[in-house]
């Protein structure tokens, strides 16, 4: 490493040492040239050149920078998460055929700031006792405020609300398309706060639930999977907005087992029966 030191010192003196001659010789641009010309190479020597990256280390940087990354969510989480504060989980007690007691399991959403609850009238028909579970998990008994046989749909008020009542946005199904999204927010056989995601499949439908004898008018038609308990709970936009509240499926063999066709009363009519003005 010295000898090689010093055989740059000495090349670097004779360059040095003919720069000097041409100089005095009276060549001053040729002197100019070869001093600029001295001066990048000294630099070049100086100043070792950046090391370069090889392929994997690009990849490791690539890597790096992918995994630190945080992708923004999707819309579909932000439609559970603007809904899931106002779900409500209904529990009831009622007697059956035998006059047993029976017990049954369906959802709700809050409407309002007193905390009242649009949900199905079915799942609360004939109940002798309602009992709610919000989402903070407050427990209240509710009392029936309003019902609406013709669209299936009943109005509860908890008799003990949440210190924090967070009501539904609600969206106006009329700016709805067949294909638009759609997503149902319940508590099918019991599983709080399920979602399912599908599209709109059609509006103005009639359907007659195989244990009702009332004819259901104006439904909105889904696909998004709707099973028991997910009766009462509310049917969605893209932007988290309530646009319905689900009330049946369709089964030919009239089994309550989803087979892709759901319905869902639209809000601008369910909310008629709180008192809730229309679009």
């Known amino acids: 490493m010295r000898q090689l030191t010093a055989l740059q010192s000495e090349l670097w003196r004779r360059r040095l040492q003919r720069l000097r001659t041409l100089a005095r010789s009276g060549v001053p641009f040729a002197a100019g040239v070869s001093a600029a010309f001295a001066a990048l190479l000294l630099y070049n020597v100086l100043v070792p050149a950046p090391p370069?990256?090889?392929?994997?280390?690009?990849?490791?940087?690539?890597?790096?920078?992918?995994?630190?990354?945080?992708?923004?969510?999707?819309?579909?989480?932000?439609?559970?998460?603007?809904?899931?504060?106002?779900?409500?989980?209904?529990?009831?007690?009622?007697?059956?055929?035998?006059?047993?007691?029976?017990?049954?399991?369906?959802?709700?959403?809050?409407?309002?700031?007193?905390?009242?609850?649009?949900?199905?009238?079915?799942?609360?028909?004939?109940?002798?006792?309602?009992?709610?579970?919000?989402?903070?998990?407050?427990?209240?008994?509710?009392?029936?405020?309003?019902?609406?046989?013709?669209?299936?749909?009943?109005?509860?008020?908890?008799?003990?609300?949440?210190?924090?009542?967070?009501?539904?946005?609600?969206?106006?199904?009329?700016?709805?398309?067949?294909?638009?999204?759609?997503?149902?927010?319940?508590?099918?056989?019991?599983?709080?706060g399920s979602m399912t995601a599908g599209v709109i499949s059609g509006f103005d439908r009639s359907f007659k639930p195989p244990d009702s004898d009332q004819r259901l008018h104006n439904l909105i038609q889904i696909d998004a999977a709707v099973n028991p308990g997910n009766s009462g709970g509310p049917l969605l936009n893209r932007h988290g907005q309530v646009i319905g509240i689900v009330t049946a499926l369709a089964n030919p063999t009239e089994q309550d087992f989803f087979i892709g066709i759901g319905f869902a009363v639209p809000i601008t009519i369910a909310g008629g029966a709180a008192g809730l003005p229309p679009y």
């Open 52 to 192: 370069q990256l090889t392929a994997g280390e690009v990849n490791d940087s690539i890597a790096q920078a992918l995994a630190s990354a945080t992708p923004p969510p999707a819309y579909s989480a932000l439609v559970y998460q603007a809904i899931r504060p106002s779900l409500v989980f209904i529990e009831t007690e009622a007697p059956d055929e035998n006059g047993e007691t029976g017990h049954g399991v369906g959802s709700g959403v809050v409407i309002d700031d007193r905390g009242d609850i649009l949900t199905s009238l079915h799942v609360i028909a004939n109940a002798s006792d309602i009992q709610l579970i919000f989402a903070d998990g407050t427990q209240s008994s509710a009392q029936v405020i309003a019902e609406q046989p013709e669209n299936d749909i009943a109005v509860l008020r908890p008799n003990q609300p949440p210190a924090l009542i967070v009501p539904a946005i609600l969206g106006n199904p009329n700016a709805m398309r067949v294909g638009d999204e759609a997503f149902v927010v319940g508590n099918p056989l019991g599983l709080y």
